[in-house]
């Protein structure tokens, strides 16, 4: 499996504005996704008798005819689309029976190729030395939070003025709460201890993992592996193969300046460095955002499995619906 072809890991040096032109078929509703899915559009906005719609917030029903569209949007894809097609620079790749074949399919090649590997791994065990010239990669680990103990958070009534008051709130061990209102990410940053309340304390019972809503880069000339490895233990090498073992990253990629890094590749590595983090409580600020449709499947089963508590806010109509936790409007 090619590294462009999971989780959206493709080297952004192999990132091209003009992929293979994208047929479209009569009554087709294609939903593209992957990084290239812009450059998709552009080559198609002159075709005729097509609709084509960039991140839209909604679809046209009524459409009759041929439509594609530019979205992560994961409730537009399985509502309207027919085909899901993931554009990357090495290819364009298309998926039939919606967004549920879609993830079907990558579900099967995720497992094709723990097969491929482990069958690779056993050859060579077994003495067959000439597959060394031809490895199989390791697939990328499972998505998986780690739990550090069983804290959780406890707050008196907080108050910032003129923006927000809430509370007293308890957030106990194991606990999910979905967070909504104006104030919302103001909240998450007063329990991650980004910013002080003007009135209440709040009282952190362990570890803390806070994922903010946008990636903000302090130092924009370190480089993916040194801000991934910032403030742990262990050798560059140690923190590479963490790195690579996410699957979120190409190994061409961990010397790029993070700020040449794309709005995704931000994303991904802020994910990144919560994953191989061990905390008690997960405070996270649109997790979702600018991940790839899969990838943020995946991201929802490793909070559904995930032993500590989780402090989330999110405006995703597919994480929403199937959130099933406590709601706080602040």
Known sequence: MSACSFRGRCPMSTLSLSPVRLAVRPGERIGVVGENRS?????????????????????PGDHPGRLVMATHDRLLLDRFATTIVEATAEKITRYRNGYAGYLKEKWTARKRWEREYLGWVTAIERGAKHLWATPVPRPPDPLRFETFGSGGLTTTRLTVRGRLTVGPLTIKPGSRLLVDGPGR????????????????????????????????????????LAMFARGRAGTFDHHADRLLALGLFAEDDLSTPVGELSVAQQRKLDLARLLASEVDVLLLDEPTNHLPPALAEELEIALETFAGAVVVVSRDRQFRRRWTGAELTV
Request: hydrophobic share 45%; glycine share 8%; charged share 25%.
């Open 39 to 59: 450059a998709v559009l552009r080559q198609l906005v002159d075709e005729p008798d097509l609709l084509v719609l960039d991140e839209p917030a909604e679809v």
């Open 185 to 224: 990410s103001l909240l998450l940053s007063l329990l991650a201890g980004q910013r002080q309340p003007d009135l209440g304390s709040i009282v952190r019972g362990g570890r803390i993992g806070y994922l903010a809503a946008e990636s903000v880069v302090r130092t924009p000339d370190r480089s993916v």
